[in-house]
C-alpha cells in the first residue's frame, strides 16, 4: 500500500529535542536537553485534593463542556490577567491544551500557504513546526540582547508583508533573552502602523528571578486589544501534564480559533480544566511561583557558576525562564558533538534547529530548572570533560 499523504505533511519535521529526549529515556545519561521543569516542586498533593474535589462535585463534571473551556476557570484567569493589566474579560479567554494548541489553531486559522511569519533567530522550534506544517514561509527578523531590531522589523513587514509576528518577549527559549520595555514598544508601534498581527508566546513570565523587573507584556501595552494574541500555560508554573493553557485576543480572531478548536478536539480536557479551578481558588499559586523564582535562581546560578570555569564558553545570565544558551569555541560543532557527550553521560539541546536562517552550529541550550542540584554538578562536570577535551 502506498499512503498518499497530504502535500503539506512534506513539510512535518520531527523536533530535534524530542529525538534527543527519546534517544536518552534509557541509560544513565543527565539530561539538559528538554524545557522540564523541576518536579521537585510540583504542588503534587495540592493537585491531589482539587482532582478529589471534581469527583466530589458530581458526575455532570464528568460530562462534554464548552470549546472554550471552563466558565469559572476563565473567570480566575481574566482576574489574573487583569493584575498584569491585561485587560480582558472571561469570555475573551479560550482554554487550550497547552499553550502549544493555542499557537497552533491561531495559525490554522491565520496562515494559508506561501504566508509569511517574521520570527526572532533563534526562536522556539516547534513553534517553527506549527507555522511550517500550515505551508507558511518563516522569515527572521535580526535581534540583538534587548529584542528585534525595529529598523530590521520595519523593512522586512514592508517587503513581506507577513500574516503575523511571532515573538516571545520574556525568557525566550531557546536564548533566554528578556527584551527591554522600548523594543517592545516599538514593535507594537510597528504592528499597528501597518495592521499586523502579534502572536505574544508567554510561558515563562513568571519565572523571573527578580520579582519587581517590569516586563509588561505586549497584550498589556496594546490598550485597543487589537493587534496582539496573547497566549501563556500553566505547564511551567503547575505542572505540564495538566496541558493548560490559554489564549486571548480581538474577538474576531477568538471567535475564529473557537470553531478550528471545535473541529480539532470539541474542547480541552474539563476534568482537567476543573482540577485547575479548585488548585486556583484553594491554594496560593502566586506563593508557589515565588517558591520557583527563587529555587530556580539557586539551580541557574550554579550552572552559571560551572559555565563561567570553562574556557572559550559565552553566555549571557539569563534573568528569569528555564535556559542558558550558550556559544562555543567557533571550531565546536554541538550537533556532533552531542554523541560524544550522550557516551559521558550528559545530553543538552544543540542550537543549529532553533535558527530559522544561518544556523550557528556552536550554539548549544542547557536547562537548569529540572536537575536537582547534586544531578546538576554531576551532569556538568560530565560536560566540562567533553567540551575542555
Ligand atoms: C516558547 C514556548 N512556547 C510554548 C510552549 C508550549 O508549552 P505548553 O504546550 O506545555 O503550554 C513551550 C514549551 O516548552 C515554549 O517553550
Given amino acids: 500500500m502506498e499512503y498518499l499523504f497530504a502535500d503539506r505533511t512534506q513539510r512535518f519535521s520531527s523536533s530535534a529535542v524530542r529525538d534527543i529526549l527519546a534517544v536518552i529515556q534509557q541509560g544513565d545519561v543527565i539530561s539538559f536537553a528538554g524545557g522540564l521543569p523541576g518536579e521537585d516542586f510540583f504542588p503534587t498533593q495540592q ?31 481574566s482576574e489574573r490577567m487583569k493584575t498584569k493589566n491585561i485587560k480582558c474579560t472571561p469570555d475573551a479567554v479560550l482554554m487550550t491544551t497547552g499553550s502549544q494548541q493555542a499557537i497552533d489553531l491561531f495559525s490554522r486559522v491565520m496562515l494559508s500557504r506561501g504566508d509569511i511569519v517574521l520570527t526572532d533567530n533563534p526562536t522556539y522550534l516547534a513553534a517553527l513546526q506549527v507555522f511550517r506544517s500550515y505551508e507558511a514561509e518563516v522569515y527572521s527578523v535580526q535581534s540583538d540582547a534587548l529584542g528585534m531590531d525595529p529598523a530590521d522589523l520595519e523593512m522586512k513587514i514592508m517587503r513581506y508583508h507577513p500574516k503575523f509576528i511571532y515573538v516571545v518577549p520574556n525568557f525566550s527559549n531557546p536564548d533566554g533573552k528578556l527584551w527591554s520595555l522600548e523594543r517592545r514598544e516599538l514593535l507594537l508601534e510597528l504592528a499597528q502602523k501597518y495592521d499586523v498581527l502579534i502572536l505574544e508566546d508567554d510561558p515563562y513570565g513568571e519565572i523571573r528571578f527578580d520579582p519587581s523587573a517590569a516586563c509588561p507584556s505586549l497584550a498589556s501595552l496594546d490598550q485597543a486589544r487589537s493587534h496582539v494574541l496573547y497566549t501563556s500555560t500553566f505547564s511551567k508554573t503547575v505542572v505540564p501534564a495538566l496541558r493548560s493553557g490559554w489564549i486571548t485576543g480581538p474577538s474576531p480572531v477568538m471567535r475564529m480559533i473557537a470553531q478550528a478548536k471545535q473541529a480539532s478536539d470539541l474542547h480541552s480536557s474539563s476534568l482537567d480544566q476543573r482540577a485547575l479551578y479548585f488548585l486556583l481558588r484553594d491554594f496560593n499559586l502566586d506563593t508557589h511561583i515565588r517558591m520557583l523564582q527563587t529555587e530556580y535562581k539557586k539551580r541557574m546560578t550554579m550552572m552559571r557558576d560551572f559555565l563561567i570555569r570553562l574556557p572559550g564558553l559565552r553566555f549571557v545570565e539569563p534573568q528569569g525562564g528555564m535556559f542558558i544558551w550558550v556559544k562555543a569555541m567557533d571550531e565546536l560543532d554541538m550537533t556532533l558533538l552531542l554523541t560524544e557527550a550522550i557516551s559521558h553521560g550528559v545530553a543538552y539541546v544543540p542550537g543549529a534547529p532553533f535558527f530559522v536562517e544561518n544556523p550557528q552550529n556552536n550554539t548549544f541550550r542547557l536547562n537548569f530548572t529540572h536537575s536537582s542540584p547534586e544531578i546538576l554538578q554531576l551532569g556538568m562536570s560530565r560536560l566540562a570533560s567533553v567540551i575542555t577535551a
Fill in 47 to 77: 493537585l491531589q485534593i482539587a482532582y478529589e474535589k471534581v469527583f466530589a462535585s458530581g458526575k455532570s463534571t464528568l460530562q462534554y463542556g464548552v470549546t472554550e473551556g471552563y466558565w469559572p476557570l476563565r473567570e480566575l484567569l
